[in-house]
């Protein structure tokens, strides 16, 4: 017969990063629609360490936003999440996570690397360039607002980027953290343990000390 490798179905792992401040809805609807049309076994979600693309910004502790994902993403079987960005030092590259992710799991691992369109555009200014392609697929999801012209990614081997419009969710972080901040309700924008947690820790209400400034 075959010898084994050659009949061994690879592992079909999706990496879905984010800041994840806090996780919302758009975020999980865009990992459940790319699991089901790329057959995915796992998603595993990766909060960052250091966003590096929001300097300047005050973004909630790693382990407040790696906790809020737990929760949300705890019920479906197939998500999972990562500590690989939050644990290591400085700047989080996606070339690192990726080569995180594989050292983590070892075995034969195919790699989708799920992004919105508004990072993906952006993708060849990331550390790492053109290595990634040879590391993961990418998959590029709308999001509302953001207009993706396949043009826009015409630069990128087509082979391996794919754009998958999901579902259109408008909701995004920022809004999540303003909403709080003006005593506007959560609800049903985050799963309902994130709602939750939100509150039990004073999140995005000026008021905590669970915030730090990123250089
Ligand atoms: P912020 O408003 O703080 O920038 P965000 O809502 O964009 O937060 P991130 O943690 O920055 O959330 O996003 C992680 C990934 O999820 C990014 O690739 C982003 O493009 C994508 N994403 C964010 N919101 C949505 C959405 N509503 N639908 C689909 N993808 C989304
Ligand atoms: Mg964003």
Known sequence: GLPRASMARRYRLGIM?????????????AA?????RFGLDEVV????????????RRVSKSEDRYLMTV????????????????????????IDTIKDIRAERGGNLELFFITGADALRSILTW??????????????????GV??????????????VTLL??????????????RVASGLPLWYLVPDGVVQYVAKRGLYTGANESEILVA
């Not at 979600?45 to 300047?56: C, D, H, I, L, Y």
């Not at 207009?147 to 391996?160: G, N, Q, T, V, W």
């Not at 419009?165 to 303003?178: D, M, Y």
Request: net charge negative; glycine share 10%; with cysteine.
């Open 45 to 56: 979600f990766v909060p960052t360490g250091v966003p590096w693309q929001k300097a300047g």
């Open 32 to 36: 459940s629609e790319v699991a089901a």
């Open 127 to 144: 550390r790492g360039g053109d290595e990634l392609f040879g590391q993961a697929h990418f998959v590029g999801v709308t999001r509302p």
């Open 165 to 178: 419009e999901v579902p259109a969710l408008a909701i995004s972080s920022t809004e999540c953290r303003e």
């Open 71 to 94: 929760v949300a993403t705890a019920s479906n079987p197939q998500f999972t999440v990562s500590r690989v960005d939050i644990d290591r030092p400085g700047n989080t590259y996606t």
């Open 147 to 160: 207009e993706m012209a396949r043009r826009d990614i015409s630069h990128l081997p087509s082979d391996k």
């Open 17 to 29: 990063g984010g800041t994840f401040d806090p996780i919302h809805h758009g975020h999980l609807v």
